[in-house]
Nanobody
């Protein structure tokens, strides 16, 4: 089993910043893609940012220039630095990792989700 634990969410005013963290633990063999998704009320889950195993990064157009994703492979952790937050960023944010677990099998797992609310 592989578990993901997210932290860092909360309530912030427009223009503020938050940093989300997601730590993977358990029977990890190798993590490839690590990313963040979000789901606002009444909307489908959408990609926010993802960092691939080779270090390449993709962002949703709506967060480019404001959000930064990074990973610490030694800690099996992915971060999402969110700056210049807007009310439209309000959502439950989910961490997702893909790779391989032990005994060797494909891994594609989600965190429990963490609330981010941007409001004055």
């Amino acid at each position: 089993q592989v578990q993901l634990v997210e932290s860092g969410g909360g309530l912030v005013q427009p223009g503020g910043s938050l940093r989300l963290s997601c730590v993977a633990s358990g029977d990890i063999f190798r993590l490839n893609t690590m990313g963040w998704y979000r789901q606002a009320p009444g909307k489908e889950r959408e990609l926010v940012a993802v960092v691939l195993g080779d270090g390449s990064i993709n962002y949703a157009d709506s967060v480019k220039g404001r959000f930064t994703i990074s990973r610490d492979n030694a800690k099996d952790t992915v971060y999402l630095q969110m700056n210049s937050l807007k009310p439209d960023d309000t959502a439950v944010y989910y961490c997702n990792v893909k790779g391989w677990r032990r005994p060797i099998a494909a891994l594609d797992t989600w965190g429990q989700g963490i609330q981010v609310t941007v409001s004055s």
